[in-house]
Nanobody
Framework: QVQVVESGGGLVQPGGSLRLSCAASGSIFSIYAMGWYRQAPGKQRGLVAVLTANGGTNYADSVKGRFTISRDNAKSTVYLQMNSLKPEDTAVYYC?????????????WGKGILVTVSS
């Protein structure tokens, strides 16, 4: 089994910054990708940013230029630096880890962490 644990959420004022962390642990053969998704009230869960094992990244258009995804391979941890936060960034943020072996691998999700952007 693989455990995925998020941390770093909370309340921040518009224009502020937060950094989310996600640590994967357990029976990990290899990590194909780690990423962040979010779900706002009344909306579907959607991609925020993803980082593949070879360093490729993909961001939602709404966060490009404001959010940065990075990783610490030694710790199987991925980070999401969020700058210039807006009220519309308010959501529960979920970490996803796709692990091998096999193709396309297996997805594991964290329980989610709340980010609230409000004055």
């Amino acid at each position: 089994q693989v455990q995925v644990v998020e941390s770093g959420g909370g309340l921040v004022q518009p224009g502020g910054s937060l950094r989310l962390s996600c640590a994967a642990s357990g029976s990990i053969f290899s990590i194909y990708a780690m990423g962040w998704y979010r779900q706002a009230p009344g909306k579907q869960r959607g991609l925020v940013a993803v980082l593949t094992a070879n360093g490729g990244t993909n961001y939602a258009d709404s966060v490009k230029g404001r959010f940065t995804i990075s990783r610490d391979n030694a710790k199987s941890t991925v980070y999401l630096q969020m700058n210039s936060l807006k009220p519309e960034d308010t959501a529960v943020y979920y970490c996803n880890t796709r692990v091998g072996p096999g193709n396309p691998g297996m997805d594991y999700w964290g329980k989610g962490i709340l980010v609230t952007v409000s004055s």
